[in-house]
């Protein structure tokens, strides 16, 4: 089944909240105005009230189904309980002070009912840098046990073909620790989207046909991944083709239980990552659908600025299922 048919079955019916913080956004309006209109999702904007119903008015956008937040005229006994709730969470690293100041941004505030469970997960980054987003995800809403880091996932889709690459967004050069855990993190998100994980660490290297650090690096990280999580197929290190193409994987890795029939594909480092999603996007012909931040205890969906009202619709639809 296509993807998105695939997770709007698994979604519908589920009551799942998603906040958007910019609501003076068109494209945040017509995809929030989408959503409710299919019962995929109840859409929450955060914005002044006029702001956002003239932008909706001028293009012609209905929100009747959909929630609107004017998130700096919140009564002071709600703004008190998440000042509350942030103070608490931040152990002394932030004061009630600087806490009211963060809730007079939109990606705080909505980052802190993400957290106090009153929404199921957050979309932004339509008008914000990345950073803008994952900042406060990591202060308030931070990552799951076990966890130290977050990461960023697209899913490759084509036809009746299904990746996953990572990281592609956020890790500059993972040493071998945060690999591991990329890896790990990655199989698991794979699952929610229908890719039986089969995870690869890439590299210029397969089962030491090279050598140096950057090799050994992913060695160790093949090793430390295969270690936290036994009953995930995971292997490495390979190259892109003995991982993707099955008979150059009987040459170059007989065995392997992933080599040629991977699914999951982690890079190195983020330079890599990032340039290789760009050649399967525009060689390829492969869509590319995200990033997907993995690794945060609850959902949290970073957009690019170049996004258009497609996009934002579909990534609340992943931002949904990964809240189930």
């Known amino acids: 089944m296509e993807l998105f048919e695939s997770l709007k079955q698994k979604i519908k019916g589920k ?25 995929l999702v109840n859409p929450v904007i955060l914005g002044a009230k006029d702001t956002v119903e003239k932008v909706a008015k001028d293009a012609d956008i209905d929100l009747g189904n959909v929630e609107i937040i004017d998130y700096l005229n919140q009564p002071a006994d709600q703004i008190d309980e998440m000042v509350a709730a942030i103070v608490e969470r931040r152990k002394g690293k932030t004061d009630e002070a600087k806490a009211r100041d963060w809730l007079k941004d939109p990606n705080y505030f909505g980052t802190t009912l993400v ?53 592609c967004a956020i890790n500059l050069d993972p040493d071998a620790n945060a690999l591991a855990e990329i890896a790990v993190e990655s199989g698991k998100v794979a699952k929610t989207f229908d890719i039986d994980p089969k995870v690869a660490l890439l590299s210029f290297s397969t089962k030491g046909s090279a050598k140096g650090d950057m090799v ?40 392997s239980n992933v080599a040629g029939k991977a699914t999951v594909f982690v890079f190195p480092e983020l330079q890599s990552g990032n340039i290789g999603y760009k050649i399967a996007q525009r060689f390829g012909g492969f869509e590319a659908i995200g990033p997907i931040l993995q690794g945060l205890n609850k959902p949290v969906s970073d957009l690019s600025r170049g996004s258009n009202e497609e996009d934002v619709y579909k990534v609340a639809i992943i931002t949904a299922a990964q809240a189930l």
């Open 216 to 255: 050994t690096k992913v060695q160790e990280a093949t090793k430390l991944a295969q270690e936290q999580a036994p009953d995930m197929a995971i292997d490495g290190e390979m190259q892109f083709d003995a991982a993707f193409v099955p008979t150059v994987a009987e040459k170059k890795a007989p065995g």
């Open 15 to 39: 009551n799942i909240s998603i906040v958007f913080p910019e609501g003076d956004d068109v494209r945040i309006l017509g995809a929030a105005s989408r959503l409710a209109k299919d019962g």
């Open 115 to 167: 957290y106090m469970n009153k929404i199921n997960g957050m979309v932004s980054g339509a008008n914000h840098p990345t950073g803008d987003t994952v900042r406060p995800a990591l202060q308030i809403i931070k990552t799951k046990p076990g966890v130290k880091l977050i990461s960023g996932a697209f899913i490759m889709q084509k036809g009746d073909e299904r990746y996953l690459f990572a990281d």
